[in-house]
């Protein structure tokens, strides 16, 4: 099993430009997240989708836009990149939304100059 | 919103030393508390965590916890520490299941 994949690794964008990341489950799981992570500031919670069909905003949701496309696929769009939103982007997902170990994929590292 | 602290944002400690990782949480009402560790360039991984019952928590690789209620903490500790525990440690606290507050980390270095 791969867990919890993303794409891209890496990416740099300019400001203005959009961009989709893409993130992936294999472990039936119900919930997904969504975080970034910022030096001194930890891990923030962008959007989670508790289930296929839902999804709701969390801490930092302003300037993201969200899509559960199936059961295994949720992905986060970046619809206008601004510098502020050069970070460290996690998918995570657990099998439900009830204080469930969170499994984190590897994480997409975004520059937006 | 749930808040965590993590006081200590590095901890240098030598090879097989005991070590002691903080986290204070705020809340008036019972939460639930999750400890992760990041390696270099990896996702976070689950630690251990504490939903209810004992308040001594053990965990993977040797760690150990203890939630405090009227301190609001929960500290990590480890007895004798390893190389390999060289990482970054995360405090999270959950309300609900679904909205986690991480702390900022802390950064444990161990040295031969």
């Known amino acids: 099993n791969a867990g919890v994949t993303q794409t891209p690794k890496f990416q740099v964008l300019k400001t203005g430009q959009s961009m989709t990341l893409q993130c992936a489950q294999d472990?039936?799981?119900?919930?997904m997240y969504w975080y970034r992570q910022d030096p001194g500031m930890g891990l923030r919670l962008i959007y989670y989708?508790?289930?296929?069909?839902?999804?709701d905003k969390g801490e930092v949701p302003n300037g993201y836009n969200v899509s559960r496309l199936n059961k295994r696929e949720f992905s986060l769009r970046l619809e206008s990149a601004a510098p502020s939103q050069t970070s460290v982007y996690f998918c995570?997902?657990?099998?439900?939304?009830?204080?469930?170990?969170?499994?984190f994929g590897p994480g997409t590292r975004l520059t937006v100059l | 919103a749930q808040s965590v602290t993590q006081l200590d944002s590095q901890v240098p400690v030598f090879e097989e030393a005991p070590v002691e990782l903080r986290c204070n949480y705020s809340?008036?009402?019972?939460?639930?508390l999750f400890w992760y560790v990041q390696y270099p360039n990896q996702g976070l991984q689950l630690l251990l965590k504490?939903?209810?019952?004992?308040?001594l928590v053990k965990g993977i690789n040797g760690f150990e916890a203890e939630f405090n209620k009227s301190q609001t903490s929960f500290h990590l500790r480890k007895p004798s520490v390893h190389i390999s525990d060289t990482a970054e440690y995360f405090c999270?606290?959950?309300?609900?299941?679904?909205?986690?507050?991480f702390g900022t980390g802390t950064s444990l270095t161990v040295i031969p």
């Open positions: 995570a997902s657990s099998r439900d939304s009830s204080y469930n170990e969170q499994f």
């Open positions: 472990m039936n799981h119900n919930s």
């Open positions: 989708s508790a289930s296929e069909g839902t999804t």
């Open positions: 809340s008036s009402v019972s939460v639930y």
């Open positions: 504490y939903l209810s019952g004992s308040t």
């Open positions: 999270a606290v959950t309300l609900t299941g679904n909205q986690f507050y």
